[in-house]
Each structure stands twice: as structure tokens, then as C-alpha cells.
């Protein structure tokens, strides 16, 4: 069972969305990171990633939502997290990615060989396309990750929180368990704020590959069974979340 440090009701979990005049916002979908994305080619990886502006559910599909940015694959549904990269080692990867919100400047990390200091960001300014080619690197558990308001992984909690994704590169070849899950966290946060006079509590959404629990994905094992989880952690928190109960071991 998974529970968030601190949770909002749903009926005190409201965000005002904006109106629009024409079509209405596009929605953001949940990804369960069981698809890798892209299309792999004779060793290469080819991926077309877009940064968008989108209506995030994080509760119920019919629930309440706020507006944030998310990746998608080109021509597909935006996603929190964003699409899955998965690949052997020894894979090329080809990445494209365009910057569509407008005057607003993405700086993308983590689309490099791994492991690596993840230090040097991919610019693309409003509008503008870059591509990226390099190898996978070493086998592991990765992620990668974008801002639009020039902050760091430690203090981007907000409109671009959602600009996530989990990067796995499998040995080769593939050691897969029967049970292999791969699991993103997320949060958004807004500071207390007075309106007209009115001070507005701070509110926080914890979720676990898009959704916050009691929405999340549910699990069923047999006493005995063998499960991996990888967890990627690419939010503002040190310290989402922690487990009680469970028997295994770190690889």
C-alpha cells in the first residue's frame, strides 16, 4: 500500500483550471512504463519526444486536475511520466526533441551515456527542435528530465514537476524477472498564498507513475514469487516515500 506524506481529500483537492475558448486542454495520460518508447532499427533506438502543455488527472480520470507540461512521443498522448527508454547496453540511441510551448525555454537532462553526471542540459528554445545521439551506456536504472523555469531537480516542484521519465538499459542479454516493474515518482507542490485577502493552504500531489493513491496501479502475488522494482525518484523530495512490510534485496 502506498501513502503520500501528506494527501489532500479529494473533496478539498480542487484546482481552478482556466478557460478556453477553443478546443479544451489536452489530457495527460497515466504511463504504467510497460511500453518502452521509440522504434528500435539494426541496434539504434529512434525516439521523437515533444514537450507540451497538458490537463493533468492525478486522482480519479473524472477528477480533479491542474494544468502542467509532460513529454510525448510525437504524434501520441502526453504522458506522466514521460515515455519509457529501454534498451540493451551497447544500443545507439537517436533522440528528437521539440520545445512546443510557447516563450518558454526547455532545458533537458539525462539523454546522454550512463552513468553519467547529468550536468550539461540539452537547450531547446520555444519552438525550436534538437537532436541527440549517443550510446546507453552501462546496464542500470536511469531517468531523465526537463525544466522550463531554469530550476534544479531539487527545487522544480510545479508547472514543469512533471517533466519526467525512467531511462533502463538491460544487460545483454536481457536478465529479465517474470514480475520486472518500473516505477517514476512524481509531485506537485503550491506554497500557501493569500487571495483577495483569503490565505489558500499549501497543496501537494505525491504519485507513483501518474496517479496518488487509492488510484494507483494494484498488485496481486503468490506468497513465494519473485518481483524486481525499480523506483526512480526524479522529484524535490530526498525522501517521498518509504516502505513497511516488505522483504528484499537491493541490486
Known sequence: MFR?????????????LALFSQQPPERIASNDNRVPGGTLRNGVLEL??????????????????VMVEA???????????????????????????????????AKVFGLEIQP??????????????????FKAGAPGTYYYWATTTDRTLGSRDDVDSQLSG??????????????????????????KSKVNGVEKPE????????????????????????VRWRWVN??????????HGFYYTVT
Open 166 to 191: 525512467a531511462f533502463v538499459v538491460d544487460p545483454k542479454p536481457p536478465l529479465l524477472a517474470a514480475n520486472d516493474r518500473v516505477f517514476v515518482m512524481g509531485l506537485w507542490f503550491e506554497p
Open 71 to 105: 513529454f510525448a512521443e510525437a504524434g501520441k498522448k502526453l504522458s506522466t511520466p514521460g515515455p519509457l527508454i529501454r534498451v540493451a547496453a551497447g544500443t545507439e540511441i537517436y533522440v528528437t526533441l521539440r520545445n512546443t510551448l510557447s516563450g518558454r525555454t
Open 116 to 133: 553519467s553526471a547529468g550536468e550539461t542540459p540539452l537547450v531547446i528554445e520555444p519552438g525550436a527542435i534538437r537532436s541527440v545521439r
Open 48 to 65: 521523437n519526444l515533444e514537450i507540451r502543455n497538458g490537463q493533468w488527472f492525478p486522482e480519479a480520470d473524472d477528477g480533479a486536475s
Open 203 to 226: 497543496r501537494e500531489v505525491l504519485v507513483i507513475n501518474g496517479k496518488s493513491w487509492p488510484h494507483t496501479e494494484r498488485f496481486t502475488f503468490l506468497v513465494g514469487d519473485t
Open 234 to 243: 526524479p522529484t524535490s523530495s530526498t525522501h517521498p516515500m518509504h516502505l
Open 4 to 16: 503520500a506524506t501528506r494527501f489532500w481529500p479529494a473533496a478539498a483537492f480542487v484546482f481552478p
